[in-house]
C-alpha cells in the first residue's frame, strides 16, 4: 500500500460532512440524560429518568422483548434456510447459478413500502396479520438475501481441498460438512447472523403494516412515539440501540472485514 | 473378477460434498420463502391494482381501471409525482456533493483510521432510521439545536425547518449519505494516486487535475451512487412522514395512508406499480448513462 | 487368487473422462501391482491428475472401471474408498492441530481412542515430526505441511497412496530430501502407489514404473529404463530426457542425413523421424584421425554454429546439411572448447537413432 496521505484541504472539507452525518446520532445521547419531561435542547438539567422509564414502563420492555425474540427467530431460520442453498448455489456447478442468485436476492431491490404493501394484502385473509408467525415470514423475505450473499462469499472462499481430503480420509459428505466446512465459514456465518438480526432487529416500514395493538415490534413503537410525543424517552431508547448497532458494526469488522462486506 | 474387469459405462459420482441430486432439496426452503413472500405478493399487487374498492371498503372481484384513472387524470397525484420526482432529485444531489469528499477522505486513508472512518459512515448506515429522525427532530424543530444556536446568534424568531420540504430534504439526505459513500468508494477502485501525480507533474493545478482526472475516473462510482440515493429516496418512508409531520406529499407516504388510512388497496397497488415503473425507468437512465461513461 | 484380485492390487480398465464434447482421459488401461510405485507423467492437461482424482473418487469416471485387490471401486463414494491422497496444495485442516489433522481418518473409522493416539504417534514419528503435535499447520514450513499431509494420508493404512504432485510447492533443495523420504517410506510399508507428476526427473527416479501420458492417452508404460532407452513414440522420447529430432527420408533401411548416410531401428521406408540423445553423439574436430576404422559408428560432418559453456557440460550446436544438431559434452581440463565456425565429424552408434514413422512435427531439438 502506498504510503500518502490524503490533502489538507480534503480533510477540512470532511470533517464537518462527517459531523453533518453524525451529528443526529449524537445529539440522542445528551438528550436522553435530559431531566426535562419534554424535547429540549440543551436540556435544563441531566438525569437518569429515561432510562428508568424505558426499563420500568410496561410499554417498551414488551415491544423490546418481541423485537429481540423475533430477531433471534429471525436470524436462526435465515441460517438454517440460506446455509443449505448456499451450499447449493456455491458447490454445484450449474449454468444458471447467477439467475437464481438474481431471484434470490430480488427482494432487497423492492422498497419497503411496496413490499410491507403486497406482503399485508396477502397475510390479511390468512389471519397472520398482528402474530408473531406473520413477523417472521415478512422478516426472513428480506434477510435471507443477506444472509445468502454473506454465506456464498464466504463458502466460495472455504477450502475445496480440505473438503475432499476429508473425503478421502473416510469422511461422509454430513460429516466433511460439519468438521470442515463449517469451521472454515465461522467467520462468514456471525457476520451473516449479526446482519441478518439487525435488519430484523431495525425493520420497520414492513412491520408497520404488519404490526398492531396486540404485537409490536420496538422500531414501530418508537415510530408512533415519535409521531405522537418526541419526548426524551426515546432518546433513551436510541441510545441503547445505537451501542448495539456499534457492537454489531465491530463483529462485522472482526469477522468478515467491514469493507469486503459493505465495499463491494 | 472378470466381471468386475469388463468396461461398463458408469453412473457419475461427484467428490464435492454436494450431489447434484440434492440441490432441489436444499434450494427449496429459500424459494418457498422467495415465493409466498415476494414473488405471489408483487403478483398479488399489480392484480389488486385492476380491481375496485367500495365505498363500504370491501373490494370488488371485477376488473376496473378506477385507480389508474385517477393517477393518470387527477390533477393532485400528477402533482405528488412531479414533486417526489423533484424532492428526489434534489436530495440525490445535494447527498452527492456532501458525500464525494468523505468518499475520497476514506479512499486516501489506509489501516486503523480506514477502519474508524468506515465505522463512522456503516454505524449510522446500520442504525435504524427511526432514531436517526429522531436525532433530526431534535435538531431542527423550533427549540432545537440549530434554532438554539441561531437565536443566539442574534435571530429572533426560529426558522420552521420541520414539517416541511426543508426537514425532509435534510434528513433524508443525511440518512442517504451511507449509501452515497459506499457506492462511491466502490467506484473509486480505478483511482491511483500516481494518476494524479502524473497529472501534476504535466502541469495542472490541483483544481484542475481533480476536473481533468479524479472526477472523469470516478464518474461510474458517482453513477451508481446516484442511482441507489434516488431509488432510496423515493421509497423512503419513516423520514417524510416523521419530519414532513403529514405536510409533505410524497409517492411513499401516499401510498402508505391510502393503504392503511384510507383503506383504498387499489390505488395503493396502482400507486406501488407507479414506484416500480420509476425505478424501472431510473435503472434505464443509469444503463445508458454507464454505457455512455464507458 | 488371480494376481489382480491381490490385495493392495490397482486395475484399471478404460478408464474415460468426457467433459461435454472434451476428452480428458481416453480409455487409459494399466494395472499397478500391490508395493509397486507408478508414476503418470506428462505434461499439464494431460489426463494425469484427472485419472489420479477418479481413482479417488473426486471426479466421476464417464466410462470405465477402477478396481482394487479384486473389489469394483467405480461406483464407491470416495469416503468408502479408503485411498491416501496427498495433495499439491497438501489441503491440511486449517483449524486443526498436526495431531488432530493426522487423526481425522482414524476419528471417521471409529477407532478408539487409545488406538488412535498410539497410531498418530507411530504416524508423526515416520515423517520425523515428532514434537509438533500441537502446532497449527500455517505454523509449519512447507516441507513440514508435505509431511503432515503425507502422515494423514498413511496413518489410515490405505489400500492406495495417491500422491498428486506432491514436491512441487517445495523449492529444489527440499524437493530432493522428500524425494528419497516419500520412496523409502513407500518401499518400508509396501503400499502400492501412484504418484502425479510432470517432472520426469521425480519420476525417473522415485518410480518403479513410469505412465507417459499425452492428449488423455497413455503413450506408453514401463520401467524408467525402458522408457528412456526404448521409447514407443517420438512424444516419449522427447519428453523423457533431452533429444534431437529432426525429419529425414529412409530407404532401404539406410537414412540419409546431408552428405550422410546412417542406420538404425526403425521403419525402413519412408518419411521418418530421427531422434538422438545429444550426449550420445561424439564431437571431433574434422582434422582429427578418424577412430571406427570399422565404420561401424553413424558419422555425420558438419560445422560448429554455436557454442555454449554451461560449467559441467558444453552445448554445441553443429550444422548437419539443412539439420542443426546438438550435442553434449562433458567438460574436461585437457581440452577447450571447439571454437564455432570449426568443421567437426559427429559419430555416434546406430542404437542410439531412434527412428519412427514421421508425423507432423517440427525438427529442432527439444529440452
Known sequence: MDERKPPLGLILLALPLLAFLLAPVLITIPISFSADPYLSFPPSGWSLRWYRAAFTGGAVLDVFATSVALGLVVTALSLLIALPAAMALVRLRWGWVSAIESFLTAPLLLPAIVLGLAILIVFAPLGLLATFPGLVAAHLVVTLPYALRILSTALAGAPL??????????????????????????????????????????????????????????????????????????????????ALTLVIVLVVDRTAGLSRTFVK | MTAALAVAPTTPRGGSPVRPAAGPALLAAIVAVNLLGFVVPVLNLLR????????????????????????LTDGFYAGLLVDSVRTCALITGLTLVLSYPIALLIHRCRGTIRTLLLVLV?????????????????????????????????????????????????????????????????????????????????????????????????????????????????????????????????????????????????????????????????????????RRIG | MTATDAPGHLAIRGLTKRYGGFTAVDGLDLDVARGELLAFLGPSGCGKTTSLRMVAGLVPASGGRIVVGGRDLTDVPTHRRDMGLVFQSYALFPHLSVARNV???????????????????????????????????????????????????????????????????????????????????????????????????????????????????????GPPLDLYERPATPFVASFVGRINQFRARAAGGIVGLGEARITGAGPAEGPVEVMIRPHRIALRPASAPVEDAEGRLNTVAGTVARTTFAGDVLHYEVAVGDAMIGVEEATRSDAGPVAPGTPVRLSWRPDDTLLFAAVARDGRMRP
Open chain 1, 161 to 242: 481441498a480440505a473438503e475432499e481430503a476429508a473425503a478421502t480420509l473416510g469422511a461422509s459428505p454430513l460429516r466433511v460438512f460439519w468438521r470442515v466446512t463449517l469451521p472454515a465459514i465461522r467467520p462468514g456465518l456471525a457476520a451473516a447472523a449479526a446482519l441478518c438480526f439487525l435488519v430484523s432487529f431495525d425493520e420497520v416500514v414492513i412491520s408497520l403494516f404488519l404490526t398492531g395493538p396486540r404485537l409490536s415490534t420496538l422500531p414501530v413503537w418508537m415510530f408512533h412515539h415519535v409521531e405522537n410525543e418526541a419526548d426524551p424517552l426515546v432518546a433513551a431508547v436510541s441510545v441503547l440501540l445505537i
Open chain 2, 48 to 71: 389488486l391494482s385492476f380491481l375496485k374498492v367500495e365505498a363500504t371498503g370491501t373490494l370488488r372481484e371485477t376488473f376496473d381501471l378506477s385507480s389508474w384513472q385517477a393517477i
Open chain 2, 122 to 290: 456503516v454505524t449510522p448506515l446500520l442504525t435504524s432510521a427511526v432514531v436517526r429522525t429522531y436525532g433530526w427532530v431534535a435538531l431542527l424543530y423550533d427549540q432545537g439545536l440549530v434554532n438554539g444556536m441561531l437565536m443566539a446568534l442574534g435571530l429572533s424568531a426560529p426558522l420552521r425547518l420541520m414539517f416541511n420540504t426543508v426537514g425532509v430534504v435534510i434528513g433524508l439526505t443525511e440518512i442517504l449519505m451511507p449509501y452515497m459513500i459506499l457506492s462511491l468508494l466502490a467506484g473509486f477502485g480505478r483511482l491511483d494516486p500516481r494518476y494524479e501525480e502524473a497529472a501534476m507533474t504535466l502541469g495542472a493545478s490541483p483544481w484542475r487535475t481533480f476536473l481533468r482526472v479524479v472526477l472523469p475516473l470516478t464518474l461510474p462510482g458517482i453513477a451508481l451512487g446516484c442511482l441507489l440515493t434516488f431509488v432510496l429516496a423515493l421509497s423512503s418512508f419513516i423520514t417524510p412522514k416523521l419530519l414532513g409531520g403529514g405536510r409533505v406529499f410524497l409517492l411513499a407516504t401516499e401510498i402508505y395512508d391510502q393503504a392503511m388510512v384510507t383503506l383504498n388497496w387499489p390505488l395503493a397497488a396502482a400507486l406501488s406499480m407507479v414506484i416500480l415503473a420509476m425505478f424501472g425507468l431510473a435503472l434505464v437512465l443509469y444503463g445508458r448513462l454507464v
Open chain 3, 103 to 221: 487423526a481425522f481418518g482414524l476419528e471417521m473409522r471409529g477407532i478408539g481412542r487409545a488406538e488412535r493416539e498410539a497410531r498418530v504417534r507411530e504416524a508423526i514419528a515416520l515423517v520425523r515430526l515428532t514434537g509438533k503435535e500441537e502446532h497449527r499447520p500455517a505454523q509449519l514450513s512447507g516441507g513440514q505441511q508435505q509431511r503432515v499431509a503425507l502422515a494423514r494420508a498413511l496413518v489410515i493404512r490405505p489400500q492406495i497412496l495417491l500422491l498428486d504432485e506432491p514436491l512441487s510447492n517445495l523449492d529444489a533443495k527440499l524437493r530432493d530430501e522428500m524425494r528419497i523420504e516419500i520412496r523409502e517410506i513407500q518401499q518400508r510399508l509396501g503400499i502400492t502407489a501412484i504418484f502425479v507428476t510432470h517432472d520426469q526427473v521425480e519420476a525417473l527416479t522415485m518410480c518403479d514404473k513410469v505412465a507417459v501420458m499425452n492428449g488423455g492417452r497413455l503413450e506408453q508404460l
